[in-house]
């Protein structure tokens, strides 16, 4: 499968005591350990595949690419990295930036420092050495002082336990460990179960090749056209004449992303012109459609408009009337599950080979056959199935390792009724621990590569301070643990996003806490807290 490199295992790397050990080798894991280095502390780095990349390296399905501006989803720390690459498309695609992550681990020679092809299982810490204990797959024993999480809030999947999958003699493929070789679907009836931003990505490059494909929709999502295209040089120049400036507006919106965004409430317009703005958004493609006006997600009677124009948008496209009227989201808030950024998606179920099936009602997909998928009553015969169900999001991957703080408790009691932490960064009861761009942060609401530099740089500061002041321990406090719940939760409050079912609450996970898990306070005044800790001789932390 995907992950598995066909040559010899990486080997394992000497040493076994450092500063500090970071787990995960994607954007945010890749960029901490270069600066941990840069500050002259010892680091390794620990990664389950055989390659950097993280999420661009696991998720290669056919039409994944960021729904960020290639141009703004990238690093800023290296003028002259930012200013030498050359962003091809407006939307890159996943093997553009996994070339491009491969390229700065080059040209900052990461590599040396990461321990390929190995699961970081357990980690302990030593309350008398005040440093963790980390246990691998490979059977290695290491420490250090600091553990460093940057294993990614979308890169535990969530398969759905779906009856008779042993019998289905077809293959099946997951858009989250997509094999690295190209998968041929050439004359195959192809099955794809979820209708989120991986699905709608894959579905419609599939039906261009497939014999047959046949969708399995539960929920309809709100797809906007990408509007992808090439990248001129000469907007290519313009952004690099000033890519500092970008990036300082970018600071000061809560997405940490600059695009067209209006902030006026869609009631205060007439209906004309709440149409000409959907239109013009629509038009320039992408998440800049949740710029349209500054309440759509805040507001029902606001968010019902959307509602109606993207019934209009879907009929206008979409030539069967009931394959239109099941694509068409009616009680579905508009934004509480990410806005999906499509490319030819609607236009796909106009094509002859294209069937959609609605499992919306009780029992869903009731099993796999042996020959493919009965649901409704009905068999469906497939050649190959591909899954695109998305992740056990924001918390999966931290509460997959067996973290154990102070007193021997874990991670998952910690957690259980929610991710609480402070600032996003650290949790009472696990000294010396901290997660990169995850639950408590601006993280999934943001430009996660920025976001994950504004994590690794507030960090890196906090050890330096440390090593200066010669301190063995940093750890949240309860009582500011407790204040910044309390601030995640009364932002949540103000959007809609937290009423409704989507994987920012968890509910798609069978018996996880329902909590809006990430910090949609905007990133302005959330880098403005971070800034008063740091300032305050890091205010809510207890230094030992
Ligand atoms: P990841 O890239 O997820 O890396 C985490 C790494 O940790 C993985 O390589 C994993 O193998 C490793 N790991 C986890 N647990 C362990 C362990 N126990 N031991 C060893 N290694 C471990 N965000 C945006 O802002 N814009 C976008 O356009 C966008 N597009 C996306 C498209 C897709 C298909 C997906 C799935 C997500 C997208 N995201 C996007 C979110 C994306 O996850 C982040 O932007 C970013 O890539 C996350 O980087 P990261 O380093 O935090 O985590
Ligand atoms: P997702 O948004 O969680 O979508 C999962 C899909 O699978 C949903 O349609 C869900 O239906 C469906 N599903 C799950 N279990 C099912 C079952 N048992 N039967 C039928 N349907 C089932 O996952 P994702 O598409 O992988 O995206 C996750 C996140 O990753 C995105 O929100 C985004 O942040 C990021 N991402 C970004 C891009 C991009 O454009 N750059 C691309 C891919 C991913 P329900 O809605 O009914 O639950």
Redesign the pocket.
């Known amino acids: 499968m995907a992950a598995e490199s066909s040559g010899p295992r990486s080997p394992i790397l000497p040493g076994s005591r450092f500063d500090a050990i970071v ?7 890749l960029y901490m350990l270069y600066r941990l280095r840069k500050l002259g502390f010892s680091a390794r780095a ?4 055989p390659g950097v990349g ?6 290669r399905y056919p039409g ?1 690419r ?3 501006e290639s141009m703004q ?1 990238c690093y800023q720390f290296d003028e002259a990295l930012q200013q030498d690459w050359e962003w091809k498309e407006r939307f890159a695609s996943q093997p553009e930036i996994l070339a491009y992550i491969e390229h700065v681990s080059g040209r900052f020679d990461l590599r040396r420092d990461i321990q390929f092809e ?3 299982r357990s980690a302990t810490f030593d309350e008398t050495a005040n440093e963790w204990a980390v246990e691998t797959d490979r059977g290695q024993s290491l420490r250090a002082q600091f553990f460093i999480m ?6 535990s999947a969530n398969p759905p336990a779906l009856p008779g999958a042993e019998a289905f003699g077809g293959k099946v493929y997951c858009t989250w460990k997509w094999p690295h070789e190209k998968v041929d679907f050439s004359g195959q009836r192809v099955g794809v179960i979820g209708t989120g ?2 699905g709608v990505q894959a579905i419609p490059l599939i039906a261009e090749e497939a014999g047959h494909l046949t969708v399995f929709q539960r929920t309809p999502n709100y797809v906007v056209p990408a509007q992808n295209r090439a990248l001129s040089p000469e907007e290519v120049a313009a952004i690099k004449a000033d890519y500092r400036g970008l990036r300082a507006r970018a600071r000061q919106l809560p997405n940490l992303y600059v695009f067209s965004r209006h902030t006026d409430s869609a009631l205060s317009v007439s209906d004309e012109e709440r149409r000409a703005r959907f239109e013009a958004q629509w038009v320039l493609g992408g998440l800049q459609f949740l710029g349209a006006f500054g309440d759509l997600t805040t507001n029902p009677e606001a968010n019902k408009f959307i509602t109606q124009f993207w019934r209009e948008k879907i009929s206008g496209i979409v030539k069967n009337p009931m394959t239109a009227d099941l694509l068409t989201p009616k009680d579905e808030i508009f934004g509480c599950k990410r806005l999906v950024s499509g490319n030819d998606y609607y236009e796909t179920f106009n094509r002859a080979n294209f069937s959609l099936v609605d499992v919306s009602g009780e029992g869903g997909i009731e099993r796999l056959t042996a020959s493919g998928i009965r649901a409704g009553g009905q068999d469906y015969p497939l050649d190959a199935l591909v899954l695109a169900t998305g992740f056990d999001a924001m918390t999966g ?1 931290v509460v ?2 067996d973290i154990r703080g102070r007193g021997g408790v874990t991670i998952q009691d910690a957690w259980r009724d929610g991710p609480g932490n402070f600032i996003g960064l650290a949790v009472h009861g696990f000294p010396n621990m901290f997660n ?2 995850g639950p408590g942060g601006p993280s ?1 609401l943001a ?3 920025a976001c ?1 530099e504004q994590h690794v740089e507030w960090i890196s500061d906090c050890l330096v301070f440390m090593r200066e002041k010669g301190l063995a321990s940093v750890e949240a406090t309860a009582e500011a643990q407790k204040a910044w719940g309390e601030e995640v939760a009364a932002a949540a409050k103000t959007s809609l996003r937290s009423a409704c079912n989507s994987w920012y609450v968890g509910s798609n996970v069978e018996g996880k806490a329902r909590v809006f898990m990430p910090y949609i306070g905007g990133f302005p005044r959330y880098e403005a807290f971070c800034n008063r800790v740091a300032a305050e001789g890091y205010e809510g932390f207890e230094l030992r």
């Open positions: 787990v995960g080798a994607g954007f945010a894991g620990i990664e389950a595949a993280g999420t661009w390296f696991w998720n994944a960021c729904d960020f989803y190995t699961r970081v940057g294993v990614g809030c979308l890169s931003s991986s991957s997959r390792i990169l761009a999934v430009n996660m590569v994950g």
